[in-house]
């Protein structure tokens, strides 16, 4: 199931800002976390110091001085905290927090067989004073005595010295653990903290975003509305430019959408008026014709000759009403092609034939050029009735005394027949138009009302069909030519595009 | 009377041409609009009868053509279109009336002969001089109650002086309203023609109809 625009963007900047804020959050977590630690562990360091600043040499024995009643914490109890003291490669304790009870502390930062002496020389920092640490404190989880979960540090630091020898400082090794308990607690809080407040932050986004992209998407349901209030009996509605610039694009089409299917309405309106226009007509004729007739008695022949007359008119409605069908079909694609072998030479002949005796009583030059031998295949009565037309166009319409002329040319992948007539009354520009239905260059039927503007759309839509083309080019008062292009055959069949 | 026919459509054009003569009327009839409109021009029809697509130059440019030049001679439009927009078209450009095809011949000439009556201030389809009385519906001639049979050409001629009763017509005038273009011009056919009306309508009995006016032409009354 497709999701909508509305729920793919919330879903989209939804999670988007979901991201963005956990991320925050747990960025911002880790550094509170980190910062909290640290200054653990510095409150750890400065107690261990404290406690190396509690030791004394004297002769050569230490004393550590540590009064409970100061230092309560290191007393057994509740929140105890733990301390050890060793002298520096000596694993001997020192001291130790009463605490610690029968425990021992680790030194951390090394082995548990391993001494504060295997720490490297190097990181070692000068000390100058009593306590001064002189090797970077180390620290490290443990569990303490109580059971509870800890975290210790161990240094290492000089201690004050009662003895004027000049010696080697004396150090010591401390440890000092305590409970990570309020240190856990305070994380806990702050993670609680971020985890409500970043989900009530992405609710909160969540809900505006409805609202954004609710308000965002609203210039797309007026379009749709507007869209479906459209009405097919008024074509020629366009839709308002005033929408937001995304969607002008969307409004620019439809309009031209529109305007196209208006074009087309007005063209079926034109073709339907333009049909019951050309049928009146010869209709008109044949009334005329037989009521005149029928208006007093009369001769044999005269009934005779009004008799021929209507079925000369009949003959022409039925050619007219032959090609309307034709075209009709045409345009709903059930018109069946055949495949034959075509011999133009014969074909041009045959059609041509029945426009012998109207040329030569116009008195036309009759004129045939090329040679177009190559055999072809194609439908050759939809062939016929295209050059019929063609022929009949160019006999009509050439002047008394003036030339028909029939070219045809042979190509590789095509074959060429080019008709030209003299005694054109159409311009260059008018010329494309012989080629819309019912147009006619002159609005009148000069020719006994056979000429409705039929013969030369349905050549082209005929030609069209066998996947050829037609050209018409023409001067007024000179040439009218019209060039049908064939295509040729493959060997294996029908040259593309002449397959639809 | 004299009727000018213009339509290209050739079966339709011959019909009508063959129908009018038939009821009596002097038919021109022109293919294209330039020869129609130099018809119209030429002598003054009686009507005008006027397809709209015509080659060259089509019907309406004729009309507007016409009427801008003060031709006030009755039209009548013929053509296939029905739409509301081109009748009111035609009737604005100055047509005196419109029939769609196809229409009935019958319809046709009545309707010509209704401008005919128009042109002439006759309501009443039947003429009556005296007792001499011309029913232009059904071509008959009565006086008194005897009927009088004429040819087509006297009948003619005997309608158009009846439609100009108690006024002179010139031999001219009744040429041109009586005979096409495709007679043969001479002077003295009317002369002729007159003649044979005068035979058969004129009773020693009756007062005489038809009188000849020196100079000026023939009149049909009756005088005491």
């Known amino acids: 199931m497709k999701l909508s625009l509305r729920t793919r963007l919330l879903l989209g900047t939804a999670g988007a800002t979901a991201c963005v804020l956990l991320s925050a959050g747990v960025l911002l977590y880790r550094q509170i976390e980190s910062q909290l630690r640290a200054e653990f562990d510095h409150a750890l360091a400065t107690k261990a110091s404290l406690l190396a600043s509690l030791v004394e040499e004297e002769k050569g024995e230490f004393e550590f001085e540590l009064d409970d009643r100061l230092m309560p914490e290191f007393v057994p109890g509740d929140h105890a905290e733990y301390f050890q003291i060793w002298p520096e490669n000596d694993t001997t304790t020192l001291a130790r927090s009463r605490s610690l009870g029968g425990h021992t502390l680790p030194i951390a930062g090394v082995g548990p067989s391993e001494h504060l002496s295997s720490v490297p020389e190097k990181t070692r920092t000068p000390a100058t004073h009593s306590g001064a640490v002189n090797t970077a404190p180390r620290f490290r989880d443990l569990l303490l005595p109580d059971g509870r979960l800890g975290r210790c540090v161990t240094i290492t630091a000089l201690i004050r010295t009662e ?27 702050i993670r609680s903290l971020l985890i409500w407040v970043s989900l009530a932050a992405i609710l909160l986004s969540t809900a505006l975003l409805l609202a954004s992209v609710r308000a965002g998407l609203k210039p797309l349901s007026e379009l749709a509305r507007a869209i479906s209030a459209l009405r097919p009996d008024q074509p020629s509605t366009r839709m308002a430019m005033r929408t937001p610039r995304e969607l002008t694009p969307v409004v620019e089409q439809m309009n031209a959408l529109l305007q196209r299917v208006e074009t087309a309405i007005q063209g079926e309106k034109s073709f339907s008026a333009d049909v019951a226009h050309e049928l009146r007509t010869p209709l008109a004729g044949l009334r005329s014709t037989l009521e005149v007739s029928l208006a007093r008695q009369r001769d044999a022949d005269d009934y005779r000759v009004d008799m021929a007359g209507c079925l000369s008119i009949t003959t022409q409605m039925q050619a007219m009403v032959g090609n309307l069908l034709c075209l009709a079909r045409l345009e709903t694609g059930n018109l069946p092609r055949r495949e034959e072998p075509i011999d133009l030479h014969t074909l041009l002949s045959d059609c041509w034939k029945p426009f012998e005796d109207l040329a030569r009583d116009k008195h036309l030059t009759v004129t045939r050029n090329g040679t177009a031998t190559h055999a072809f295949t194609s439908d050759k009565d939809l062939l016929r009735q295209v050059f019929t037309n063609l022929f009949e166009n160019a006999v009509h319409y050439a002047d008394a ?52 503007g039929l013969g030369l759309p349905l050549a082209r839509r005929l030609l069209e069909h066998l996947g050829g083309t037609i050209q018409v080019s023409s001067q007024k008062g000179g040439t009218f030519v019209v060039t049908c292009t064939l295509l040729q055959h493959t060997g294996t069949g029908m040259s593309e595009p002449e397959r639809r | 009377m004299r009727v000018l026919l213009v339509e290209d459509y050739a079966p339709m054009r011959n019909a009508l041409a063959r129908g009018l003569t038939e009821a009596g009327y002097a038919v021109d009839a022109s293919s294209d609009g330039e020869e129609g409109l130099w018809y119209a021009r030429s002598a003054p029809y009686d009507v005008i009868v006027l397809d709209l697509m015509l080659p060259r130059l089509d019907g309406l440019t004729i009309l507007r053509t016409l009427r801008k030049e003060g031709c006030d001679t009755h039209v009548i439009i013929l053509t296939a279109r029905d739409a509301v927009e081109d009748r009111v078209n035609g009737l604005n450009a100055g047509a005196d009336d419109y029939l769609v095809k196809p229409f009935s011949f019958e319809e046709l000439l009545a309707r010509i002969q209704v401008l005919v009556r128009r042109k002439y201030h006759h309501k009443d389809p039947v003429l009556c001089i005296a007792d001499l009385q011309i029913d232009t519906i059904r071509k008959q001639v009565h006086r008194g109650r005897q009927p009088i049979d004429l040819t087509a050409r006297e009948y003619a001629l005997l309608e158009y002086l009846a439609r100009r009763a108690g006024e002179p017509v010139s031999r001219t005038e009744i040429w041109e309203h009586v005979y096409d273009f495709h007679d043969s011009a001479q002077s003295n056919v009317v002369d002729v023609y007159i003649g044979y009306l005068r035979r058969k309508i004129e009773r020693p009995d009756a007062p005489r109809l038809i009188h000849t006016r020196r100079g000026q032409g023939y009149i049909l009354e009756a005088r005491p």
């Open chain 1, 401 to 452: 005394g003036g030339f028909v002329e029939l070219d045809t040319q042979t190509c590789p992948t095509c074959t060429q027949v080019t008709i030209r007539n003299s005694g054109s009354q159409l311009s260059a520009e008018d010329a494309p138009r012989s080629l819309e239905h019912f147009w006619r260059g002159d609005t009148g039927r000069q020719h006994t009302g056979q000429h409705c």
């Open chain 1, 163 to 189: 003895s004027h020898e000049v010696r080697s400082p004396t150090r010591v090794v401390v440890t000092y653990a305590r409970s990570i308990a309020s240190l856990a607690s305070a994380l806990q809080r």
